[in-house]
Nanobody
Framework: QVQLVESGGGLVQAGGSLRLSCAAS????????MGWDRQAPGKQRDLVAR???????NYANSVKGRFTISRDNAKNTVYLQMNSLKPEDTAVYYC?????????WGQGTQVTVSS
């Protein structure tokens, strides 16, 4: 079973920055995709960003130019650098990884952006 340990959430003022981290363990298979989703209160969970093992990235339109996803394959760790944060970025952010068996999500970390 894959374990995901997320860190880096918190409270920040609009315009500020946060960096999320997620370390994956417990998989004996290569982790293909890593990324982040988010869910705001009363809304569905949406994709924020993905990065492949080779480093190809994609982002939700709402975060392009403000968020940057990266990964360290040696550490099975994915990062999300979030800049120019807006109140509408407030949500629980979930780490996501996919290996040959399927996808896995972490427990989530709260990000709150005050106006």
């Amino acid at each position: 079973q894959v374990q995901l340990v997320e860190s880096g959430g918190g409270l920040v003022q609009a315009g500020g920055s946060l960096r999320l981290s997620c370390a994956a363990s417990g998989s004996s298979f290569r982790i293909y995709d890593m990324g982040w989703d988010r869910q705001a209160p009363g809304k569905q969970r949406d994709l924020v960003a993905r990065i492949t093992f080779g480093g190809t990235t994609n982002y939700a339109n709402s975060v392009k130019g403000r968020f940057t996803i990266s990964r360290d394959n040696a550490k099975n760790t994915v990062y999300l650098q979030m800049n120019s944060l807006k109140p509408e970025d407030t949500a629980v952010y979930y780490c996501y990884v996919r290996d040959v068996r399927g996808g896995y999500w972490g427990q989530g970390t709260q990000v709150t952006v005050s106006s």
